[in-house]
Structures are given as structure tokens and as C-alpha cells.
């Protein structure tokens, strides 16, 4: 068989009621040289005949079928498994859209990046844009707060993953992890500004059933990457800024200096993502400092169009009616004004 220019990894585990138009969707490609390596994970539903039908019409189609072992085994052993020279990412309660690896194809051969993802047009229960930073140096800052790309929606280069593999021990943000090593690895990242994946939301995705267990993990990887770009100097800080993601408080004013720091390194749109991501780190802790406005405006002064009178006001408002994160009223606030 001739070698594929790509190569798709699907684990599969219990998805009968989404695999059949996930894999449609891939097969459906505009760009058509690619293998797809459909790896059952012991599935107990209907999921497996499915498959089967699939790989019987399609000789593109290579399934594996074994015991569960889950997903950070599923995904290692499609990557031991692909022969092609660019992976792609795809799951199976999700769509790819028809042209997504023509774009990202062509993106990765003009931009010689590593890895290439995409924004993603969710859908289900919670309808949204997934937008995600474009740049290299953007992805680097959005790494301090959360991925930088999609899972999903990545296609890279079979070294990244062949080089680096995915941890079991961070099973419930195994993405996460990994591209935080690719990055200290020296890969480069970039996205595509148009949804090339449709992501579906519902009850039963992880982010759902263990979303204790993601943040708690995250938090290691935060500090990773945290103490990589700003080392031990401004450790109090990060402390700090950890615990803000705990939901615990934090206290700002140990914040904003390494927060300057950072402001007077980058420039552009990994500046923009920097003031986006720090907005809300300010809101999750307005309710626990006193005046948090003030230092928002420290932090925004000399940032053209940055210093506007509408995020004071909020700050203003969370502190004065003590909105803490786990509020509904927050959530909604949060919601409103930070799409």
C-alpha cells in the first residue's frame, strides 16, 4: 500500500449515537490521502458494528478492536500505528468539516509549523466559537491559562507525537500536557482563524463527568508552564495565581508585577490574548482584594484602547456585591462579557 500523506487517529469507546457521522466526515474529505485508524477501546455498546461496516467498504479504514484500556493508550498506540507523515486528531462525538485537512494540509506546508489547529463551531448543549490563538507566541501565553489549541481539531507533524507520547498521569488533560512538552520542546504552533470542527457538547464528554479531576491536574501543568516563562523570581505570584484557579481567592496585588512582566515582553496578539486571560483572572478574584480596578488600570496603562471604562465597572460591581466564581450571577457576568 502507498504510504498516506496522513494519518487520522479515532479511539472509539461507547460513542454509538455520534461514531457513524464522525467518521462520515472524515471520509468525506476533500483531501483524500489519508488512512484512518479507528481504535475500539472496548466498547460495550453498539459502537463496534458500526465500525465494522465502515472498514468492511473502505480501505482506507484500519480497526482496532481490543479490551478498554483508555483513552491516553488509545491515542499512543494510533501513533505507533500511523504511517503517515502528519497525524490528525479527531473525536467521535465530533465533525470535521469537509475541507479541514486541505486547509490545514496546505497551512502547515506554507507556515512550516508543527502543529495546526483550528477555531471549532460548538453544538448541543452548549452552542459557542471556540476561537484560539493564531501565532506561535500567542499559543505560548494562552499555555500560562489553558490549551492553545483544539484536541480534536490538530493535525502536526507524526514527530511531535512519535517524540513526546501522550502521560497517562495526566489522563483527564492529556492534550494540555502534551502541548505544553511540545512547546519546551521547541515545536511551534499556529491555528487556523476559520472553525474547521464542529464540537459537540453533552453530558456524558469528560469535561463534564471529571471536571474536578481536569482542574485539579491542570494546575500542575499551569505551574509548569508558568515557572518556564517567568521562573522562581515571581514564584509568589504564581502561587497566587493558582490559587485563583482553585477558586480560592488570590491576592492581586502580588499578581500585577509579573503580569507587567509579561505585558512588556509580548507584543500584538500574545498581548491581546495576555489582557484577555488576566481580565478574567481579576474577575475571579475581584471579590477578595480591595479596589481591583485600580490595579487593572496599572496593569492596561500605556496598552492603547486597553484602559476603557467598561472592565473597571465590572471589577467595581464583583467586588462591591462580593461575586465570587462560584456564583450563578458570576457565571452569567462571565459569560456576557468574556466570549
Known sequence: MSIPAISVILPVYNAEKYVAIAVESVLTQT???FELLLIDDGSTD???PILQRYAARDDRITL?????RGLVASL????????????ARMDADDISLPHRFERQIAWLNQTHADICGSWAQTFGTRPNMWRYPLSHEACEVQLLFDVPVAHPAVMAHKNVFRSLGYDSRFAQVEDYDIWQR???AGFTFSNIDEALLRY???AGQVSVTQAQAQRE???SIRLRHWQAILGNHHRPAIEQILKIFD???GDLSLITPALVCLRDRYGGEAQDVLMFNSFRLFCRAAAFNAEPWKLWQSLTKGIPGASTWEKPVILRLLRALRMQPGRSIFKYLRSFYLR
Open 217 to 219: 491536574v491542570a494546575q
Open 64 to 68: 482496532i478492536t481490543r479490551e478498554n
Open 182 to 184: 511540545a512547546w519546551a
Open 247 to 249: 477558586g480560592n481567592g
Open 76 to 87: 499512543n498506540e494510533g501513533i505507533t500505528l500511523a504511517r503517515g507523515k502528519w497525524l
Open 46 to 48: 453498539g459502537s463496534l
Open 200 to 202: 459537540r457538547t453533552h
Open 31 to 33: 483531501f483524500s490521502n
